[in-house]
């Protein structure tokens, strides 16, 4: 599973379009999860083993997700999804860059 969505990065210019999780570590007893997303020119140079272009680190807390013993990665995408991606100057919540991504 993955997410497809081109994403310019603000570094380098160049456009990542295949993120996908990589990286999950779950704090059973705080109930927090951690994952990585890694984007990827496309899905080819994934598949063609190539290091991906950039990572965003995501952090959920026990109320954004289920009970960490049975947390699936599709309700890791799912938050992904979700997550707001800071806020505006009034401080409502901004959506998630990856809200319109379609699945891989």
């Keep these: 599973m993955a997410l497809i969505i081109p994403l ?5 210019g160049v456009t990542a379009t295949y993120w996908r999780i990589t990286h999950v570590q779950v704090d ?3 109930r927090i999860i951690q994952a990585q997303l890694h ?7 994934r ?3 190539r ?3 950039h990572h965003i680190p995501y952090r959920f807390a026990a109320g954004d997700l ?3 013993f049975t947390v699936s990665v ?5 938050a992904v999804r979700e997550a707001p991606e800071g806020e505006d100057a ?3 919540p901004l959506p998630s860059r990856f809200r319109d991504a379609a699945d891989a």
């Design 8 to 12: 310019e990065l603000p570094q380098t």
């Design 28 to 30: 059973c007893n705080a």
């Design 39 to 45: 984007g990827y020119l496309d899905e080819a140079a």
């Design 47 to 49: 598949r063609a083993g």
């Design 51 to 53: 290091a991906p272009l």
């Design 66 to 68: 289920p009970d960490p």
């Design 74 to 78: 599709a309700d890791i995408y799912r």
């Design 90 to 92: 009034a401080g409502a």
